[in-house]
């Protein structure tokens, strides 16, 4: 008797940390970041967890800015997100792609990314950071 509730607490403290970080972006949900971007999830893939959405940018200064937005693609794996966007649709090309690593906790991502654009002598590449905020 004493043995098998032994066994049950034991599976028990195996599995609930990994419950704890089994977290998932809610579909469909909108965040927005610092710069007024908005973030669109419109499917995560229940196995592999592959993202699809939207991204529009609003962030000052930059170009590709507003509606409708460009495609977004990424995976989330226990915490872990990873999104990229590449920076062309029907009516507007930048050359660019960005590349976000982030953690998902509660109803933010927060991120670093990279952006490499194309320049008439190669590319150059940007560094930054966003926090998604669920809206
Ligand atoms: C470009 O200017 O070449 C395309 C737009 C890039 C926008 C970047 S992506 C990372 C950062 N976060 C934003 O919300 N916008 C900028």
Redesign the pocket.
């Known amino acids: 008797m004493r043995l098998k509730l032994f066994l049950r607490v034991t599976a028990a403290a195996a599995i609930l940390p990994h419950l704890a970080l089994a977290q998932t972006l809610p579909v469909p949900s909108t965040w927005i970041?610092e710069?007024g971007?908005v973030l669109t999830v419109q499917s995560v893939d229940a196995s592999s967890g592959k993202i699809l959405g939207n991204f529009t940018?609003?962030?000052p200064n930059?170009?590709?800015l507003g509606t409708p937005g460009f495609d977004l693609a990424g995976k989330i794996e226990n915490d872990d997100v990873k999104l990229y966007?590449t920076?062309k649709n029907q009516s507007m090309d930048?050359r660019?792609i960005?590349l976000w690593t982030g953690k998902l906790a509660g109803d933010k991502i927060t991120t670093i990314?990279e952006?490499v654009?194309l320049t008439p002598d190669g590319f150059s590449t940007a560094t930054?950071s966003?926090t998604f905020t669920k809206q």
């Open positions: 970041n710069r971007s940018n609003n962030a930059t170009a590709c966007v920076f930048c660019t960005t990314w952006l654009y930054g966003d």
